[in-house]
């Protein structure tokens, strides 16, 4: 089992930042791939960006946030980040930490995650 916990989610002005952090912890070192996705009302959960651990802690992201999110994990035992600049009202979504335990090439597929956290809001004003 893996426990998810999401923090640094709030209200920002369009073209501020903010850094989202999971931590992780139970079975922590069987994590091969951690993300990060979000939903706005109304709409499906969508990928937001990946760090693939099994070959070489390669990154992925989306391209409406690709150059402005910076997804990043310092060691096993440090948390997940994600640093959102450049922020912009569409970024406006609950954004939810997510971790798999198995080795796949795929990286923005909900349901090829395992375990996902409870999600925290981000508010982008205009």
């Known amino acids: 089992q893996v426990q998810l916990v999401e923090s640094g989610g709030g209200l920002v002005q369009a073209g501020g930042s903010l850094r989202l952090a999971c931590a992780a912890s139970g079975r922590t070192f069987v994590l091969h791939a951690m993300a990060w996705f979000r939903q706005a009302p109304g709409k499906e959960r969508e990928f937001v960006a990946a760090t693939i651990n099994w070959n070489g802690a390669k990154t992925y992201y989306a391209d409406s946030v690709k150059g402005r999110f910076t997804i990043s994990r310092a060691g096993a035992n440090d948390p997940l980040y994600l640093q959102m600049d450049s922020l912009k009202p569409e970024d406006t979504a609950v954004y939810y930490c997510?971790?798999?335990?198995?080795?796949?090439?795929?990286?923005?597929?909900?349901?090829?995650?395992?375990?996902w956290g409870q999600g925290t809001q981000v508010t982008v004003s205009s």
């Open positions: 997510a971790v798999r335990v198995y080795m796949s090439e795929t990286y923005d597929l909900a349901e090829t995650y395992n375990y």
